[in-house]
């Protein structure tokens, strides 16, 4: 298993062929490659416009959307999206940083409709926002529910 | 006195069909269709989903699955426990095939840790595998046609299962919760007899197969619920995230066994099964073609076992064998040091693909570089698939609703995690 592990400009420079790279060079605000999986991450303004540009880039199959909190860090939530491409065989990660000042950020339920259910879930357990959804409400949780589980400044627990 | 259909409903009915004419104000005189409850206590819907469905006489015009009955915050338990107690964890998600589970977390994980697996342990990882693909096959053909009428099946299917559950006893102590797989390799070899007893099952189990298609293949009753039911194409699958054997009965040949190839799968020869169809009888041919595909990987993963150790040198991460931590001072301190402190996993994230019975199986693993996984998340195949349950059903009849479940193969263990 090769350990090269290459950064924002390593990426850009040698990576350049890739086809996320290439489509999403102007939107990029950071690139990593390691453990043979790219991750980029994008503005959380821009992510349908990123997830278009990987679409059309022959990355046709969204696989995961999910979510993790860096708390206390900021940007707290990481919002993060698997993308698989059936013909390249290869995936390539998204990440949208959301801080906790606006936790809200697009949907792209209207690019893939797969994302529906994966966004309610981290609506659901982390409280991120997401705008233009067709019907955002809990999905794991009871409807009435106290609080987003899954951020780590909720207590495993629960509150008691 | 109710002035509206909101007011008759259960609360929260109006939530669950967005879009449905339960939004607005209907006059009742108007009102020719009926909101139905399914589940989540009903005997076909495989767990406790529950389905809220708006029909006309018969046919079906809105559908809406809700689910959460089972949610029990596997992912946040995660977050709790040191990266080998996850192992028993992601057990518990889909009940039906554990294995794949446990492999599925173990690859992530190893990848973290950049191990190296021994062939031997990576045959039996592959092997394992693919009996725990038999054995989810074969619950699911034995309900799908309990719910459609066909109950002999169910038992002929249980005995073969029986036997795989006594095979798992064998080498794991356990007939479904089986936490065989270890971060690093396997937890120990199996007994002598092993071998011998899966040889005979394999030399079996294509002759069970062609008996449980002799039982149904031909049947008029199960051919006239099967055949041009739950159309799904392939556009619509891609769009919603279906995958394994329901993407491939729409068309779309993928799958990760061959073309993204984890724990040695690259070294198997196989086909894939795959109908243009798409509809609900495509799904049952594909399943029962991936079984006959199933026999033959294990088969080569039997006779083809090499020699060698079953898990990784790393005695920092594996603990020691039983004998070695009684005689050696060393190992008696990095089995203590194992399982008090855990072993750290360096600083990084990970997400590993696994084709499981129903579809892709995707573990993301986010590590800060301490004993405890920072996030686990699961990327479950039945949570995708149920999203294009709608899709399937719309403007079929109420009866076709039980076809449709039985055939995307739902465990509601991984869908509420």
């Avoid at chain 2, 920092?316 to 190992?331: F, G, V």
């Avoid at chain 2, 059903?393 to 995690?417: M, N, P, Q, T, W």
Wanted: aromatic fraction near 8%.
């Amino acid at each position: 298993m090769p350990a090269t592990t290459l950064e924002k400009a390593e990426v850009l420079e040698q990576m350049a062929a890739n086809p996320a790279v290439a489509a999403l060079s102007s939107l990029l605000i950071d690139a990593r490659f390691a453990l043979n999986e790219l991750t980029i991450t994008v503005p959380k303004e821009q992510i349908v416009a990123a997830v278009k540009a990987v679409q059309a880039a022959g990355y046709n199959f969204m696989e995961d959307v999910t979510c993790v909190d860096w708390y206390p860090s900021e940007p707290r939530f990481h919002v993060t999206y698997h993308i698989l491409s059936h013909s390249l065989k290869e995936r390539v990660r998204l990440v949208a940083p959301v801080g906790s000042e606006d936790l809200s950020i697009d949907s792209i339920t209207d690019v893939w409709p797969a994302a529906n259910f994966y966004e309610r879930e981290v609506f659901d357990l982390f409280g991120v926002h997401f705008g233009g959804h067709p019907n955002l409400r809990r999905i794991m949780m009871p409807d009435d529910w106290k609080g987003h589980p899954l951020r780590k400044d909720y207590p495993v627990e629960g509150y008691r | 006195m109710p002035t509206s259909v909101e007011d008759l409903i259960n609360p929260g009915v109006d939530d669950v069909i967005a879009d449905s004419k339960l939004h607005g104000n209907i006059d009742p005189a108007q009102d020719q269709t009926m909101v139905l409850n399914m589940g989540p206590q009903h005997p076909s819907t495989h767990g406790v989903l529950r389905v809220v469905l708006e029909v006309d006489g018969e046919s079906v015009i809105a559908l809406a699955p809700d689910i959460g009955y089972l949610h029990t915050g596997i992912e946040k338990t995660c977050e709790a426990k040191f990266y080998q107690q996850v192992v028993p964890l992601t057990d518990r998600i889909d009940y039906l095939c554990p294995m794949t589970n446990n492999l599925t977390y173990c690859l992530a994980v190893e990848k973290l840790l950049q191990l190296e697996i021994p062939e031997r342990a990576q045959y039996l990882r592959v092997l394992l595998n693919e009996l725990t693909r038999l054995n989810s096959h074969l619950v699911w053909l034995g309900t799908h046609a309990m719910d459609i009428g066909a109950l002999t099946v169910f038992l002929y299917c249980f005995r073969e299962r029986e036997e795989i559950l006594r095979i798992f006893e064998m080498v794991a102590g356990q007939r479904m919760m089986t936490s065989y797989f270890r971060i690093g390799g396997l937890s120990m070899e199996p007994p002598i007899d092993f071998y011998d007893r899966v040889r005979n099952f394999l030399k079996i189990m294509p002759e069970k197969i062609a008996e449980y298609e002799n039982l149904l293949t031909g049947n008029p009753i199960w051919m006239g619920r099967l055949k041009n039911v739950g159309h799904l194409s392939a556009a619509d699958a891609i769009a919603l995230g279906v995958t394994g054997p329901p993407l491939r009965a729409s068309g779309v040949d993928w799958d990760l066994r061959r073309d993204m190839p984890y724990s040695g799968y690259e070294k198997f020869k196989f086909d894939v099964p795959v109908s243009q169809v798409g509809d609900v009888w495509a799904r049952y041919e594909v399943r029962m073609k991936e079984m006959y595909e199933s026999v033959k990987i294990a088969i080569q993963a039997l006779e083809g076992l090499p020699e060698g150790r079953i898990t990784a040198v790393a005695p920092k991460i594996i603990l020691p064998d039983r004998e070695q931590m009684k005689t050696q001072m060393e190992s008696l301190i990095h089995h203590f040091k194992i399982v008090t402190e855990g072993f750290a996993v360096p600083a990084g994230q990970v997400y590993q693909g696994v084709e499981s019975p129903r579809g892709e199986m995707g573990y993301y693993v986010v590590s800060d570089g301490t004993a405890k996984p920072f996030r686990v998340h699961m990327r479950n195949p039945s949570f995708a698939t149920l999203q294009a349950l709608e899709t399937m059903c719309k403007g079929r009849l109420l009866a076709d609703v039980v076809a449709v479940i039985g055939s995307i193969d739902i465990v509601l263990g991984e869908i509420d995690r």
